[in-house]
């Protein structure tokens, strides 16, 4: 159960403490009051998404702190162990806010994360709001209710159906890859035939790219190359040329040489330029010569080239990449030609599994139908309790067989809430018929159905008792009284019968000071409780009003 919950600079509240009963706690207050706040602050403190506009205006951070009080049967104890925080009985949650958007949360002193906090506050309370209802209207979450209700029994057969679906996902996949059905697999063989073909008759060599543009480089340069070297040899060897320049440079320091080693020296490195420069100039006189390329060559070169460019583009970004691709094609075409008997064997596993998921999903539908059968029942009882006397509630299961079963995780079921509030009309899906004042009714006795099975300890209620008045109302507040023999309510209400039946009575008010308004909260006493369910009946401080508030506290005093 939430023991007590601590707010600080949320919204209108400067700082609250509210210390909750074990039963039925009741909020109330004046619309606009703040009653909305202490909820979004349970929320908040529960994992909800953070929103800086809580934070109170002119305040650097929101805190909230919520201390439960459990036993060693709580649920909410497993992902605690899991994550190695020690607990005493007490679950202790304190949540931040800052105004940058930075958010805190610590269990017990141990700083978890978002989905951390959710493993552990799921399985503390369950809160109930209008958007709830719109909740139970989808078919989908039908099913999750109808399968919380059947609990751990169904736990081993839902994780045998995945696992199967698994299996058979698995063995498609492998089919697959061996080239699918008969048409399939020659598709893909002559698609792979081709491409083999392509590459291997392209009798690529790693680097030739890059040579071809080398090549093809120099035959679109061939005229500028040829007057290069041209001019090179005769700059070189032509009479007058440096050639000539440097022989006579050798004559000159010939005649002197024998007078000192560094002229020896000199006369040396001269001979070894005329060398190098003679060389050069045969060199590049052979180049120019040999520097000739025809039309066809020119033309292959240019081809070759757009080939390979198009088999980069196809099969890799360069030769090596491509012969990869050839390598790979080559053991898929040899892996899918002799690949039927192995797609054989696997549809037939495939067959197999098949079966298996659908005795699996109909032992599913069989326990989730008696489940069913049972918890309609209960649900009628209890609308009926509700004040709606001739209400009938029944789960609707879709058929199906062999050949039109669909499967997924969640079995083969399609469920429909089916309801009729008058006696005879028709049954029809929930979301057609239910009026807002039966859907709060309805909500009311799906949570009285679940309470022994959902192992939550605080129910939270907001204005769940909308659109109700009168004798729904008394009954409504008895329900709430049944429900809090063992389960935890905190309820927002506007119903003096709801307040007549609590067993903490908490005002929601507003005042001013130091001119700002500030959000209170104060726990009623027994005098204060009676003033409170008097404003609700909308009559004025009356002997007759107290004695009329008296009597419906009385009334539930012995439930």
Known sequence: MLHRLHVKNVALISEADIEFDEKLNVLSGETGSGKSVILESINFVLGSKADRTMIRYGEQEAIVRAEFVVDEKCEALNPLREYDIETDGEIIISRRLNVDGRSSVKINGNTVTAAMLKSVTQRLVDVHGQSEHFFLLNEDNQLKVLDDICGNRILDIKTEIAKTILEIKLRKKEIAELGGDESERERKLDLLKFQISEIEAAELKIGEFEELKSKQNLIANTEKIFEALNAVHSTLGDDGGCIDSVSTAQHYINTVSSFSADYEEIASRLENLYAEMSDISETVSDLAENLSFDEEEARYVDERLSLIKSLRKKYGADEEHILAFLRDARAQYEAISDGAATIEKYQKEIAQLEDKLYGLCTQLSELRKHAAEKFSSAVTEELRTLNIKDAVFKVQFNDYDRQTVNFSPMGADKISFMFSANK????????????????????????????????ISTYIFDEIDAGISGYTAKTVAEKFVKIAQSTQIIAVSHLPQICAASTAQFLIYKEENLGKTITKVRRLDAEQKISEIVRLTGNVQSPTAVEHAKELINQFKNL
Do not use: D, H, Q, Y
């Open 424 to 455: 005879g009309e028709p049954l029809k899906p929930l979301n057609k018929v239910i009026s807002g004042g039966e859907m709060s009714r309805f909500m009311l006795a799906i949570k009285a159905c679940l309470k022994t099975v959902n192992g």
